[in-house]
């Protein structure tokens, strides 16, 4: 009965497509937020929102469970090969642009950081933050999501387009926090330009790993440098990077070529990219 089961649930997942990997980021996306909601009690006897224990309840520990059930799902599905493996398909050198400007606001926001007003505790805490929240949400979107579209065989410019579309739904939840309409409304578009550097610099390294890292030192760098600015020149400059993120995915979203050939064992990739 539990190989029936399980064989069962592999077929389900294998077959992908894009209402598969919807239903998937709904799952996870209510899940997260219903673990916030149970630890609202424990939230309510935090004082300090800024605290290292204000970032621990309401970021650490909600995305580090999450993170614990991506990797279950990895497991139950048998895809741990295929989402921490080589990419099937190879990018092209013009892909780097996208690394090469996240990172360099990355390292704007950390150069502007007043550290000794944020305290060793708030910045470890939130560096902490990072590393699960890269981790949870790159294996979920550039991870399953692509995984799911490449299975039903759309093409890349497709599946980079709709897994950052995802990625960028996520970020709608942040209305239920008391953000406002416009603030979020922002977000979405800086998320979904985000999100397809996010593909382009996994394309271009070939592994997930590489937006997994992006992505940690992306959350604390920005949030730090909003909480605890450095004023002057770098940290207008650091105020640049949502607009340069936002033009370059949009942008090079239009040049991404290929196609992964779906199969029953192996992903191929077509010649044309």
């Known amino acids: 009965m539990t190989d029936v089961t399980q064989s069962g649930w592999r077929r389900f997942w294998e077959k992908g497509g894009w209402w598969r990997a919807l239903v998937l980021v709904v799952v996870y996306f209510v899940l997260y937020n219903g673990l916030s909601l149970l630890l609202t009690p424990l939230a309510e006897q935090i004082t300090d929102p800024q605290s290292a224990e204000a970032i621990l309840v309401f970021y650490v520990i909600p995305i580090f469970v999450g ?4 990797v279950g ?10 989402i921490f493996g080589p990419q099937p398909i190879r990018g092209r050198g013009w892909m780097w642009i996208a690394i090469a400007v996240v990172l360099l606001f990355n390292v704007l926001h950390l150069l502007s950081i007043d550290y000794g007003a944020a305290g060793f505790e708030v910045v470890a805490t939130w560096l902490l933050a990072g590393v699960f929240i890269g981790f949870a949400e790159e294996v979920l979107t550039r991870g399953f999501v692509v995984n799911l579209l490449r299975k039903a065989g759309q093409r890349e410019i ?61 959350d604390p760098s920005i949030f730090l440098q909003t909480e605890y600015p450095v004023e002057g020149g770098l940290g207008a400059l650091a105020g640049l990077g949502n607009p340069a993120v936002i033009i370059v995915g949009i942008v090079l979203l239009f040049f991404i070529r290929g196609r ?3 199969t029953s064992t192996v992903p191929q990739f077509d010649a044309t990219r």
């Open 67 to 70: 993170s614990l059930l991506l």
């Open 73 to 82: 799902f990895a497991l139950s599905v048998g895809w741990l090969r295929e």
């Open 158 to 218: 497709a599946v980079a387009a709709i897994s950052s579309a995802m990625f960028a739904l996520l970020h709608a939840g942040n209305l239920l926090t008391g953000q406002s309409l416009l603030a979020t409304a922002i977000q979405l578009v800086y998320t979904f330009g985000f999100g397809v550097c996010m593909y382009l610099a996994m394309r271009v390294t070939g592994t997930i790993i590489a937006p997994i890292l992006l992505h940690a030192s992306t």
């Open 260 to 262: 992964v050939q779906p």
